[in-house]
T-cell receptor, first 109, second 111 residues
Framework: RKEVEQDPGPFNVPEGATVAFNCTYS??????FFWYRQDCRKEPKLLMS???SGNEDGRFTAQLNRASQYISLLIRDSKLSDSATYLC??????????FGTGTQLKVEL | SQTIHQWPATLVQPVGSPLSLECTVE??????LYWYRQAAGRGLQLLFY??????ISSEVPQNLSASRPQDRQFILSSKKLLLSDSGFYLC??????????FGSGTRLTVV
């Protein structure tokens, strides 16, 4: 079983749609959780951290369910500029992060 | 503010040639530094990490090595490149529990 699993997509959605990505992780001792965004042929960039209480940043909402070892990202009112690959990232101890293979999102007119 | 520099941006090297990729960080001291590789269509694989000068941990057996000669310098090397070494190489540093900040990456093609 992979340490961090994501649906690779692609998710093709129209502008304005709401889209949700899911991620599961295998290590129950994981301590930190993030969503990264990676544009084509670019480096990944931190989108948001994920907290147990859930957190929101504008159109983006992240949720963490530690009991189910499940992380989600919800994007509301999708924009063309949201098209990218979204990486689920989980951290154990010692500042080491494990990256999922990413979910590709394509927002279309 | 902290910045991370990585070069070159692209590199085409013949099989059997040596490799040296450099990463430097500014605006922080004693950072944890990481080398990742992303093969085409695949996820990021951690290659090496370093918590200080001269301290290198290898995550996977491979044809590559890493060194940290200075606090804010991290170097990825190979004596003889293989075709399978092709990929997108990313340097990253970890700061304060807020995930990683990545350099802009080096796209290596071994021919």
């Amino acid at each position: 079983r992979k340490e961090v699993e994501q649906d690779p997509g692609p998710f093709n959605v129209p502008e304005g749609a709401t889209v949700a990505f899911n991620c599961t992780y295998s290590n129950s001792a994981s301590q930190s959780f993030f969503w990264y965004r990676q544009d084509c042929r670019k480096e990944p960039k931190l989108l948001m951290s994920v907290y147990s209480s859930g957190n929101e940043d504008g159109r983006f909402t992240a949720q963490l369910n530690r009991a189910s070892q499940y992380i989600s990202l919800l994007i509301r009112d999708s924009k063309l500029s949201d098209s990218a690959t979204y990486l689920c990232v989980v951290g154990g101890g010692g500042n080491k992060l494990t990256f999922g293979t990413g979910t590709q999102l394509k927002v279309e007119l | 503010s902290q910045t991370i520099h990585q070069w070159p941006a692209t590199l085409v090297q013949p099989v059997g040639s040596p490799l040296s990729l450099e990463c430097t960080v500014e605006g922080t001291s004693n950072p944890n530094l990481y080398w990742y590789r992303q093969a085409a269509g695949r996820g990021l694989q951690l290659l090496f990490y370093s918590v200080g000068i001269g301290q290198i941990s290898s995550e996977v057996p491979q044809n590559l090595s890493a060194s940290r000669p200075q606090d804010r310098q991290f170097i990825l090397s190979s004596k003889k490149l293989l075709l399978s070494d092709s990929g997108f190489y990313l340097c990253a540093w970890a700061g304060g529990g807020y995930g990683y900040t990545f350099g802009s990456g080096t796209r290596l093609t071994v021919v």
